[in-house]
């Protein structure tokens, strides 16, 4: 199910996005925000499924950061909702598709209704071995060292190197990614994934995350192949 675009050469074992732009896509439309979050939906879906087709290994999904706690009381409760009733009403989809479910960031500071969701989910995903679908909740790079930091510290560990760095990271059981794509034009990391992109490919497209589908993908994938990748060797 590879389409010609991208035969002959290696595929991206970990893709990891960040969904940005639904905020101006429903501005554009004079909606309020949270219908282009609504509407980001349908990319999440579009994106797993393509992933799982391709037989890439993992997709990360930024989904919430720990800055976005800082957004309208409103927006955010309504983004809490819309993740809780995704969570509940895709998972049958998503198990047919063998995908499996993981989620890193600050776990415990999320409303319970979420969480609640969040652990059925990755309860009834969790023998599948297709796609990882690992979603970012809560998250960011910079708290998540710090927590890694503090479990060493705790273990009693007196000497770190970055095998034991990632080995403490909430991504420890992941490949590292090696494409990250951002929508929205953005060209930012924005605290995600700080220690592990090191030698990520990034793609930045002017595509809304609402507008994000099929062919954006495939056109970011082919991007991350026609790169020739060194790895600060020669
Ligand atoms: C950024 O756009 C997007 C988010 C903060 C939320 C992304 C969440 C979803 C698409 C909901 C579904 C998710 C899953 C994985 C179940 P923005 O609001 O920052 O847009 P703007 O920059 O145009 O304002």
């Known amino acids: 199910m590879i389409p010609p675009l991208l035969k002959g050469k290696p595929l991206p074992r970990h893709i990891a996005i960040i969904m940005d732009g639904n905020g101006r896509w429903a501005k554009s439309r004079g909606l309020p925000r949270i219908f282009g ?14 992933c799982g087709e391709l037989g890439i290994e993992a997709l990360t999904l930024y989904a919430f950061s720990t800055e976005n706690w800082a957004r309208p009381k409103a927006e955010v409760s309504a983004l809490m909702g819309l993740l809780s009733k995704m969570l509940s009403t895709e998972v049958s989809e998503l198990n047919k598709s063998g995908v499996r479910l993981m989620a890193v960031g600050r776990l415990h500071e999320l ?14 995903l969790k023998s599948n071995t297709g796609l990882i679908l690992n979603l970012a909740l809560n998250y960011g790079g910079r708290q998540e060292i710090a927590d890694a930091v503090n479990k060493i510290i705790h273990l009693g560990i ?8 990632s080995k403490y990271l909430y991504t420890a059981d992941l490949p590292d990614p090696d494409l990250m794509i951002r929508t929205s034009g953005e060209m930012r990391i924005s605290n995600f994934l700080l220690y592990q992109l090191a ?22 994938i082919a991007s991350f192949q026609a790169r020739e990748r060194r790895f600060g060797g020669a």
């Open 37 to 50: 979050h609504r509407a980001g939906t349908q990319s999440v879906r579009e994106a797993v499924k393509v």
């Open 199 to 220: 030698y990520a490919e990034l793609y930045v497209t002017p595509t809304l995350w609402p507008d994000f589908r099929r062919e954006h993908l495939y056109q970011a």
């Open 111 to 124: 409303p319970a209704k979420v969480r609640g969701e969040l652990e059925k989910a990755i309860d009834k």
């Open 158 to 165: 007196k000497k770190v190197d970055e095998k034991i760095l």
